[in-house]
């Protein structure tokens, strides 16, 4: 029977309510979190073209600008309109982030079931995208809206090429605008979207069969292949279009490391071992944190030869089973291409992988589950097919559970970040955020503490320095300042930015200023104003400006009151 006939259409739609209401049963509790001070300050709640709501001049900068080193042009709109329509309220940028994602899990049903028929399969699938624990990161994480954002245009592509007749040789127009809006959408949410041609290509492979020249044979006929390939030739183009942009906005903040930092064979290493973590998460959600520190050039060589052999074994696996098992082919490749934009060998940033970079893999992984490991319907008997049913009915409240508790631990900066150094080691960043935390409910003397062994771990990070300095040079109690050790820190950390941060510069006026070094305070204060005044940072150099006075009549500046968002 069709999708569409009474009987199937009453499950199909029972079976979206049910994927909807998973994802909302784990994330709609997120309205009532706070922000996190990791991004949330840079991307949504100190953004000034946020804070503006939906404008003209906000959508203009929005496309054409690099803020951050990234170019996600609908997210920031998406974040704008929020705060257009509720304001600057955490809860409603909450909210949202939970409906994209209800809505992409029900596209993925609904693109499953189109192309394959199988309602059952199909909702387990989506079932495991709504509630799998290796999400969290995405759907509770206001700065990670690219996520959400970028799955809801990622799956109507799916629904919409999955409507393609398999005789059918051709796209149609209509078809083809709607898949280069789609992919569009995605890429301008997040350029992580860039793989969305290769997955259409497997899918043709599997469950579409438009690549072999008989459903038994399963051989792929490289005709077919081509002509697959070259309809899609357009969607590729936009994606090269949109990874120069995204390169040009990732180098114009140095934001990518080069090979003279982190090599090539360590990134390699880091690659496998990362990979098998991944799939370690999957099948076993646990220790999850919102950063893993990148071993760097340190990582023992044993971890990434066993990982390089695992997988290995497990792509030749693979292969094999294209013949008997195309779905495990089909989703093994899904996994492996997905998640290659981000799997560190264009290493960005500081971390070894992330949660949040399962957001479109984990469905490949989802796919080899349901269609390539459990057998196929005609071979289960009433007792079989009793047992998967309770099997996956049991995984799911299993993930469900776990993931509402993942959940938990994004209520706010100091919950997460807690969770953060517990679950992962000497992770320098964790113990930064959890210092900017305790700080912001005055607990000054346990942020010491914290800020003190993020220096330990990385001495060279020129920002973790600025917040500890800035702390020792201008909290309120005399037995918390300590101007001499913040005149080393801002020192150090204007020396490392090449005294080309204007914040780190108002740092080292201050410490000055609590050392009683008043002229070097004023000289200081005076540079660091002019350099924010150069960068278009008018708003930092008035600040300065006005703590400059205060220098000039021998007295130091005094923060109050305390919180993480200066």
Not at 35 to 62: F, H, K, M, Q, S
Not at 289 to 303: D, F, M, S, T
Request: with cysteine; hydrophobic share 50%.
């Amino acid at each position: 029977m069709s999708p569409t006939e009474p009987g199937p259409l009453r499950a199909t739609i029972g079976l979206s309510v049910a994927v909807i209401a998973l994802a909302l049963v784990v994330y709609l509790p997120t309205v009532g979190h706070d922000w996190v001070n990791y991004d949330d300050p840079i991307y949504v709640y100190d953004n000034p073209r946020v804070a503006e709501g939906l404008t003209l001049e906000g959508t203009i900068w929005a496309f054409s600008s690099f803020f951050g080193a990234n170019w996600f042009p609908l997210t920031w709109l998406s974040w704008m309109l929020d705060n257009q329509w509720f304001g600057m309220n955490p809860g409603a940028f909450h909210t949202t982030n939970a409906l994209l994602h209800a809505l992409s899990a029900w596209l993925l049903f609904a693109a499953l079931t189109r192309m394959t028929g199988d309602l059952g399969r199909s909702a387990f699938v989506a079932a495991l995208f709504a509630v799998h624990p290796l999400h969290v990161e995405s759907v509770a994480w206001i700065s990670a809206r690219k996520d959400t954002l970028s799955g809801v245009f990622f799956m109507l592509a799916l629904w919409v090429y999955a409507g393609r007749p398999i005789d059918s040789d051709r796209l149609g127009v209509g078809r083809r605008l709607a898949l280069l809006g789609c992919t569009a959408a995605a890429l301008m949410s997040k350029p992580t979207a860039a793989t969305l041609p290769f997955v259409l290509l497997l899918l043709d492979a599997w469950p579409l069969g438009r690549l072999t020249a008989s459903a038994s044979t399963r051989r792929l006929d490289l005709n077919r292949l081509r002509r697959s390939a070259l309809e899609k030739v357009d969607l590729f183009a936009l994606v090269i279009i949109a990874s120069f942009v995204f390169l040009a906005a990732q180098h114009s903040a140095d934001m990518v490391v080069g090979l003279n930092h982190l090599g090539f064979g360590a990134r390699l290493s880091n690659a496998a071992v990362s990979c098998v973590s991944y799939l370690g998460k999957f099948a076993w959600p646990t220790n999850l944190a919102v950063l893993y520190p990148h071993p760097g050039n340190a990582q023992e060589l044993w971890k990434p030869l066993i990982a390089g052999t695992a997988l290995l074994i497990a792509t030749i696996g693979a292969a094999m089973a294209w013949l008997r098992r195309p779905a495990f082919t089909v989703g093994w490749l899904w996994f492996l291409g997905t998640l290659l934009p981000t799997i560190g060998l264009l290493q960005v940033g500081s971390q070894a992988m992330a949660d949040r970079y399962m957001y479109l893999p984990l469905i490949g992984l989802s796919l080899a589950m349901a269609w390539g490991v459990f057998p196929p319907a005609s071979d289960r008997t009433p007792a079989v097919r009793m047992g998967l049913a309770t099997m996956a009915l049991a995984s799911i409240a299993s993930l469900t559970a776990v993931a509402g508790a993942q959940v938990g631990y994004w209520r706010n900066s100091e919950l997460l970040f807690r969770h953060t150094v517990t679950v992962t080691t000497d992770n320098h960043i964790a113990h930064a955020h959890l210092a900017s935390a305790l700080l912001e409910r005055g607990d000054a003397e346990s942020a010491i503490d914290h800020f003190t062994v993020s220096i330990r771990l990385r001495p060279d990070a020129p920002d973790v320095s600025n917040h500890f300095a800035w702390l020792l040079a201008t909290h309120g109690d005399r037995q918390i300042r300590n101007p001499y050790l913040a005149i080393k820190l801002a020192e150090r950390a204007s020396r490392l930015s090449q005294r080309g941060q204007p914040a780190y510069l108002d740092t080292l006026a201050a410490a000055y200023a609590s050392a009683e070094r008043y002229e070097e305070a004023v000289l200081t204060a005076r540079e660091g104003a002019d350099l924010a005044r150069e960068l278009g940072q008018e708003a930092l150099a008035q600040a300065m400006e006005t703590r400059l006075a205060l220098y000039q009549d021998s007295l130091p500046y005094i923060h109050t009151p305390w919180g993480n968002r200066r």
